[in-house]
């Protein structure tokens, strides 16, 4: 039985409520957040924490807590459910209120949910040595995707297809060019270059990708923020994912046809050792 946070409390998971009129049930009207936990300490805390008050502010919403409260809570959480090694859930709505589509009053108490997934194969993943399968599906989400919203229905019917199609997750594509996988960025390497779609509004902007690309630069190796084809992805020679639950995460093939040598590439290799390396000195 999980201890998790709700307005406040820290109560046994099956005694955790929110109102049948919050935001975030009835129209999505929430962000996210998900943080790593590896040997007991979180992972890029500051860059999520950073991120999570951007979204609010995009949406105009109040932040229920600061930052100070919000790593404590973070902490409590890891010590009541001795988690080690997992992931950290926190979603912020605007709060409970008469359906409407126009915001609420200003004063609404925003409602502020946390909870722990315990995740023992978070950094062994099998995947890492096998490599990910991706499909391309058509980017159908709404425009604002650097905003970190809960509306992850299409994300969702795409990892669906993904697993329909044999695959492990999808690329999502948009005017011939891959804007990012379902719940991760997306990038390939050619020739020794790292190449990844571009900051704006198309994509969201990854904390893991911030570090991982920040990384490869310190260590000599050359990026490229632009749009890539998906012709491009498969004469790539490596290709790869990132996110805060899967870190570096090698992708093997593309709509069925191998990326590379269809196995897991040495670049790909040493970019997520490094960001384990970093990211472990830095936790919290």
């Given at each position: 039985m999980r201890t998790v946070y709700v307005n406040g409390e820290y109560l046994p998971e099956d005694q955790a409520k929110v109102s049948v009129f919050d935001r975030g049930f009835l129209f999505a009207?929430?962000?996210?957040?998900?943080?790593?936990?590896?040997?007991?300490?979180?992972?890029?805390?500051?860059?999520?924490?950073?991120?999570?008050?951007?979204?609010?502010?995009?949406?105009?919403?109040?932040?229920?807590?600061?930052?100070?409260?919000?790593?404590?809570?973070?902490?409590?959480?890891?010590v009541r459910n001795d988690?080690?090694?997992?992931?950290?859930?926190?979603?912020?709505?605007?709060?409970?209120?008469?359906?409407?589509?126009?915001?609420?009053?200003?004063?609404t108490v925003p409602t502020l949910v946390l909870f722990t997934q315990a995740k023992p194969a978070l950094?062994?993943?099998?995947?890492v040595q096998t490599g990910m399968k991706i499909v391309t599906i058509p980017d159908r989400r709404w425009g604002r995707r650097d905003i970190k919203t809960t509306q992850l229905l299409y994300p969702s019917m795409g990892k669906m297809e993904a697993r329909a199609r044999g695959a492990d997750d999808a690329w999502m594509v948009e005017d011939g060019a891959v804007t990012e996988g379902t719940s991760n960025n997306a990038y390939i390497v050619k020739d020794g270059v790292i190449v990844t779609r571009h900051l704006g509004?198309?994509?969201?902007?990854?904390?893991?990708?911030?570090?991982?690309?920040?990384?490869?630069?310190?260590?000599?190796?050359?990026?490229?923020?632009?749009?890539?084809?998906?012709?491009?992805?498969?004469?790539?020679?490596?290709?790869?994912?990132?996110?805060?639950?899967?870190?570096?995460?090698?992708?093997?093939?593309?709509?069925?046809?191998?990326?590379?040598?269809?196995?897991?590439?040495?670049?790909?290799?040493?970019?997520?050792?490094?960001?384990?390396?970093?990211?472990?000195?830095?936790g919290i």
């Open positions: 009207d929430a962000v996210y957040e998900v943080t790593s936990v590896l040997d007991g300490k979180l992972i890029a805390f500051p860059g999520h924490a950073a991120r999570l008050q951007r979204s609010l502010t995009e949406l105009d919403m109040a932040s229920p807590v600061s930052d100070a409260e919000l790593l404590e809570i973070h902490r409590e959480l890891i988690l080690t090694e997992g992931l950290i859930y926190l979603q912020v709505t605007r709060g409970a209120a008469d359906r409407d589509f126009l915001y609420p009053a200003p004063d950094e062994h993943s099998p995947m509004e198309e994509i969201l902007h990854g904390i893991t990708r911030k570090a991982v690309l920040a990384f490869a630069r310190e260590a000599q190796m050359k990026v490229e923020e632009r749009p890539f084809t998906v012709e491009e992805a498969l004469s790539a020679d490596e290709a790869f994912i990132t996110s805060a639950s899967s870190f570096v995460t090698p992708v093997v093939s593309i709509d069925g046809a191998d990326i590379g040598t269809g196995k897991p590439g040495k670049v790909v290799a040493r970019l997520r050792e490094i960001y384990l390396g970093e990211m472990r000195k830095a």
